[in-house]
């Protein structure tokens, strides 16, 4: 009898194949979730900042076609519009969960914003709370909000803007808002007294606290530069140097 090739499959290797095939086949349809699938792909545009239009681009549907032909038959890929709709319903879901949790906390809910103009020239205001967790007890900060204020950043301004955040997020209700910690730009003397006449306070100044990094920056401005740091601004770049050289 001639000998069989040793690279040749007999038939029980063919139907252990086959049968591997067969199980990895039904592992991938059944395994398939068409929900599950579009929350990865908008938890990873999300993650990556990436455009909204991203699943749209035909080369990565492409991929998710060979990767699962499922993808396509259950028309689980997914449009710019659904991606943000989807956006907008995670985040308020996790939004319903923070208002639990600032409303559970045994501590008032202290808050620190800070204002910054991004490269493409928009204003944000980043507002961020600061609380005990209710289990634990330990601190805890999140990020409230980035309302965008295009017009000019007056106490008034800025204050109307955390106080709609504030109140998104039930704290004006709750009568939960404790300290604001901010730095010390003028306009945050007007916010302060602002948001403490519309939170009822009887003295706003009494509940802000400075923030200690920027005063050590300011006095280390000082002490290395120059006494007044508000003069750097008067000192051309010659005079500068030449001041610095002293």
């Given at each position: 009898m001639q000998e069989r090739p040793p690279n040749q499959l007999t038939l029980h290797d063919l139907a252990?194949?086959?049968?591997?095939?067969d199980d990895f086949h039904d592992e991938l349809v059944t395994r398939f979730d068409k929900t599950t699938s579009q929350r990865h792909i908008v938890q990873w545009i999300t993650d990556a900042n990436l455009s909204f239009r991203i699943p749209e681009h035909k080369g990565l549907q492409k991929v998710f076609q060979y990767l699962n032909p499922l993808v396509h038959k259950t028309s689980a890929n997914l449009t710019h519009e659904t991606v943000r709709a989807r956006i907008i319903d995670e985040f308020n879901t996790y939004k319903s969960r923070v208002i639990h949790a600032l409303s559970r906390s045994p501590s008032q809910v202290h808050i620190a914003f800070d204002g910054w103009t991004s490269r493409n020239r928009y204003s944000f205001f980043s507002i961020n709370a600061f609380f005990l967790d209710e289990d634990t007890?330990?601190?805890?900060?999140i990020v409230l909000g980035l309302p965008n204020v295009a017009i000019a950043h007056t106490g008034e301004n800025?204050?109307?803007?955390?106080?709609?955040?504030l109140d998104d997020f039930e704290l004006i209700a709750s009568n939960k808002v404790g300290c604001i910690i901010l730095d010390n730009a003028a306009s945050n003397e007007?916010?302060?007294e602002a948001i403490g006449h519309k939170l009822e306070w009887q003295n706003p100044a009494s509940r802000r606290?400075?923030?200690f990094e920027h005063i050590l920056h300011l006095v280390a401005k000082a002490l290395l530069v120059i006494k007044d740091s508000n003069t750097l601004e008067d000192l051309d770049a010659d005079d500068f140097a030449e001041w610095t050289k002293s």
């Open positions: 252990a194949k086959k049968r591997k095939r007890f330990q601190p805890r900060k800025i204050s109307a803007a955390v106080m709609g955040v007007g916010a302060v606290i400075r923030c």
